[in-house]
């Protein structure tokens, strides 16, 4: 299996089965840098989004796509799924997985949908595909955001993958991820944040301690791409050296692909 960071939330796993090749695209978000208005105003220097280009080898990633994975999409989070995005799917007929309660959003839009059930595991590529539900942050802030799903995947002679989608991390992750023991948990660890309220997104401190839960490989991602998130690829760097975690906690730039056999090995708790 192969995992690559695209941008933001925007990643790309790929992997075999049967002989065939499938490239699996999650929260596509394919504006470019500076089209987007600013998440956050009460402050000086105002950003327009994205505020980093697309990799330069986009073309060949997208050529690489079979299907997509939607976590979250409404009430305007457009760092998931984006106008461009949007066309993109459209026009080269991508089927797209999302929850029942992004189905008729998306459908909406032109997309092929395929909905999934939040109450069993359903059958995805050879293996199978369970939702775990998101807490896109709390209090007023929470109220007003777009909750989601996280993604389980379980794919024959391929570590198991789960993307926790845009969450802090709640007691039913924090579960989740103690009971299943993922191969490879990919996580938000932006911190992101408005101008009022809490995190709405995992930071440092919860990234952290995702990486004491699980004994499996770890990606943070969702860094350095909006401007309402200040958590930085260095201060997570720092702490993950600090603990000695550099070989089981990644941290990829943007168009970095990680590479992970079949006998990813869970390391030992400590």
Same mark, same amino acid.
């Given at each position: 299996m192969k995992v690559t960071q695209i941008r933001n939330a925007t990643i790309l796993i790929e992997f075999i089965f049967e002989g065939e090749k499938h490239g699996v695209l999650v929260d596509p978000m394919f504006a470019p840098k500076? %089209? &987007?208005? !600013?998440?956050?105003? #009460? %402050?000086?220097k105002r950003r327009r989004n994205p505020l980093v280009d697309l990799p330069l080898h986009m073309e060949d990633l997208k050529s690489r796509v079979t299907c997509c994975l939607i976590t979250h999409c409404q009430k305007g989070h457009f760092d998931h799924l984006d106008r461009a995005a949007t066309k993109w799917l459209r026009e080269n007929n991508i089927l797209v997985y999302c929850s029942k309660q992004d189905a008729a959003f998306l459908k909406s839009k032109g997309l092929k949908i395929c909905e999934l059930d939040t109450s069993l595991e359903t059958h995805f590529l050879g293996g199978s &595909?369970?939702?775990?539900?998101?807490?896109h942050g709390k209090g &007023?802030? +929470?109220?007003? /955001? #777009?909750h989601?799903?996280?993604?389980?995947? #379980?794919?024959? +002679? $391929?570590p198991s993958i789960y993307i926790t989608g845009d969450t802090i991390l709640t007691h039913k992750v924090k579960e989740f991820v103690s009971q299943a023991q993922p191969d490879i948990i990919v996580l938000p660890a932006g911190g992101a @944040?408005?101008?009022?309220? +809490? $995190?709405?997104?995992? +930071?440092?401190?919860? !990234?952290?301690? /995702?990486?004491?839960?699980? @004994?499996?490989?770890?990606? !943070?991602?969702?860094l350095e791409a909006l401007d309402h998130c200040p958590v930085t690829r260095h201060s997570i760097r720092s702490e993950i050296k600090l603990k000695g975690w550099e070989h089981h906690f990644f941290i990829? @730039?943007?168009? $970095?692909?990680i590479n992970f056999n079949q006998q990813c090995k869970k390391r030992a708790m400590s």
């Open positions: 500076g %089209t &987007i208005p !600013a998440l956050k105003y #009460a %402050t000086r &595909i369970g939702l775990v539900p998101c807490m &007023i802030i +929470g109220m007003m /955001m #777009a989601g799903y996280g993604y389980y995947i #379980a794919l024959p +002679g $391929e @944040n408005f101008d009022l309220g +809490g $995190e709405i997104i995992m +930071g440092l401190s919860e !990234a952290v301690e /995702m990486g004491k839960l699980s @004994n499996g490989q770890l990606i !943070a991602n969702h990829p @730039n943007d168009g $970095e692909s």
